[in-house]
């Protein structure tokens, strides 16, 4: 893709060019991937963008999009023109870019594919026939009937010539960046999205802990973890199914064994863990390797052991549950003077009769008694977990829990 450099600027070892590319250039290069950068959500639906048509047609601005240039490509310096190779990505504008494609499609059908000759009154055919005879090329292609219908109105209102060159003067802002690590990429989404609706705060966490995903899935199988872009984390604590995990809430769940306690992973907690980043090196947030796999492989047999009906299955889709559970490893390893990598393996032994003692179906009970409105359910949930699974690590001959008793309670040490 040929951009055209209008202006420069430093940013340490980075370098953002702001550029301006006609609109068909950049829609004729658009990797096909483009939707896929692990930064970006996933497209949303958005009715609003369907004006973007009304912006093409009048000529007007659409706003700048940001794109990262693919490590290959070097800096223009002085020139005046750069071309950026296949590799670049959208930082900012995606959903812009999905809207435009989709218009760009829709065009190219409608002068390709879509025969409108009048009939022998000198009538074209009513509008809801033509949607209703291409309906398999809108579901195909995810195209909604509305835009569908929009620029089919204004190809009516336009001679054929007017309506092919419909993108021609349509130009594009651009700011790309050169030289941004991964590190930086990541924070720079973050700023660019805090003054729109705010990015999911589990695909924050997603993001700040992306170095974890490799490792996971190298143990866990690239199928069994889900992410926040493709499945929410509410979405998949109810429909959870064998062998599934959700990332965000393995993060939670790494995490609370970290600290010894479980934790909640909200906005300050993405905004603590974000400024601990440095933002002038790529070294995000470290990981302890040896125990993240140990961790991936506790998880192997802590969902073999949990799959004999659907409430053991579900009980492992909630984030709650893993909070607890590995905050509570993480106080036991601590008060024992052991590694966490220790009790894991030693726990992961005693899985099978965890599963047992626990008493989902009494859990169940318990919780559901809860008054909702006085309570705040995630917090009972998480303690009275912790507590349960601390309580097994220190007696694994003990008795069943007491859950009513244990959501009564209010702090993890009140055992």
């Known amino acids: 893709m040929r951009v055209h450099v209008l202006d420069k600027f430093n940013e340490g070892d980075s370098e953002g060019v ?15 991937d483009f939707r896929q950068y692990f930064v970006q959500r996933g497209i949303t639906s958005n009715r609003y963008l369907d004006n973007l048509w009304e912006t093409i047609v009048e000529k007007k601005h659409i706003p700048l999009i940001v794109l990262v240039a693919s490590p290959e490509n070097e800096s223009p310096g002085s020139s005046t023109a750069v071309q950026l190779g296949s590799g670049w990505k959208i930082l900012d504008g995606l959903q812009r870019t999905h809207r435009m494609k989709l218009i760009f499609d829709v065009v190219q059908y409608l002068i390709e594919s879509v025969d409108e000759e009048l009939d022998v009154s000198g009538v074209r055919p009513p509008i809801s ?6 309906k398999d090329w809108l579901l195909r292609n995810d195209c909604p009937s509305s835009l569908f219908v929009k620029v089919l109105r204004s190809k009516r209102s336009m001679s054929p010539e007017d309506f092919s060159r419909v993108f021609d003067d349509v130009n594009l802002w651009l700011e790309v960046w050169f030289g941004l690590s991964e590190n930086e990429q990541i924070q720079k ?16 966490i997603e993001l700040l802990f992306s ?15 889900i992410r926040e872009r493709d499945k929410s984390s509410i979405s998949y604590s109810k429909s959870r199914e064998v062998g599934q995990f959700h990332f965000s809430h393995l993060v939670t769940a790494f995490q609370s064994l970290d600290a010894g306690k479980p934790i909640s992973t909200n906005s300050d907690f993405a905004a603590e863990k974000s400024l601990s980043m440095s933002s002038g090196e790529d070294n995000k947030l470290e990981i302890n390797v040896e125990l993240l796999e140990a961790f991936a492989e506790f998880l192997r047999e802590l969902d073999a052991q ?13 984030e709650v549950v893993l909070a607890g559970v590995f905050g509570a490893i993480g106080r036991y390893s601590s008060d024992e003077k052991k590694t ?3 009790v894991l393996g030693k726990f992961k032994d005693g899985l099978k009769e965890f599963s047992a003692w626990l008493d989902l179906e009494r859990f169940e009970a318990a919780r559901n008694a809860l008054n909702l409105a006085k309570v705040n359910i995630g ?28 959501f009564d309670g209010e702090r993890l040490n009140d055992i």
Request: contains cysteine.
């Open 18 to 32: 702001l550029c301006r590319v006609s609109f068909t250039e950049y829609l004729k290069y658009l990797p096909e």
């Open 129 to 134: 026939k033509v949607v209703r005879e291409h």
């Open 189 to 204: 989404m973050l700023i660019l999205n805090a003054g729109h609706k705010s990015v999911n705060i589990k695909h924050q």
């Open 211 to 225: 170095d974890y995903l490799e490792v996971l899935k190298g143990r866990l199988g690239d199928g069994r973890i």
């Open 306 to 318: 949990f799959r004999e009906d659907d409430l053991s299955v579900k009980w492992l889709g909630r």
């Open 340 to 342: 966490k990598i220790e």
């Open 379 to 406: 917090n009972k949930n998480k303690l009275a977990v912790s507590k349960a699974t601390l309580s097994f690590l220190r007696c694994p001959s003990g008795p069943s829990p007491d859950w009513k008793m244990l």
